[in-house]
Nanobody
Framework: QVQLVESEGGLVQPGGSLRLSCAAS????????MGWYRQAPGKQRELVAV???????NYADSVKGRVTISRDNTKNTVYLQMNSLKPDDTAVYYC???????????????WGQGTQVTVSS
């Protein structure tokens, strides 16, 4: 059974920092691209950052320079370090694990339950 368990988010003041973690089980972690997505009220889920199996990273323009994604394959965990947080960063943050399925266009694709991050004074 695949599980992606995010750490607790929380309430952060504007300009503050927060680190999220996501512990994976039930998958060969090192073979998966790992990502963080977020969904704000009334908006679609959007990519925040992704880290490939080789460590390459990609960030949404809205978070570049403020957010760092990293992974520890020995702990089956992916992290999202967020700095200089803004009220617009308020959302439910979801962990994602994805890999291509051999011989198919449908990838393996798993989601965590999500964790609320609220940026407010």
């Amino acid at each position: 059974q695949v599980q992606l368990v995010e750490s607790e988010g929380g309430l952060v003041q504007p300009g503050g920092s927060l680190r999220l973690s996501c512990a994976a089980s039930g998958i060969l972690f090192g073979f998966y691209d790992m990502g963080w997505y977020r969904q704000a009220p009334g908006k679609q889920r959007e990519l925040v950052a992704v880290i490939g199996t080789g460590g390459s990273t990609n960030y949404a323009d809205s978070v570049k320079g403020r957010v760092t994604i990293s992974r520890d394959n020995t702990k089956n965990t992916v992290y999202l370090q967020m700095n200089s947080l803004k009220p617009d960063d308020t959302a439910v943050y979801y962990c994602n694990a994805r890999r291509q399925r051999l011989g198919s266009n449908v990838p393996y694709n798993y989601w965590g339950q999500g964790t609320q991050v609220t940026v407010s004074s």
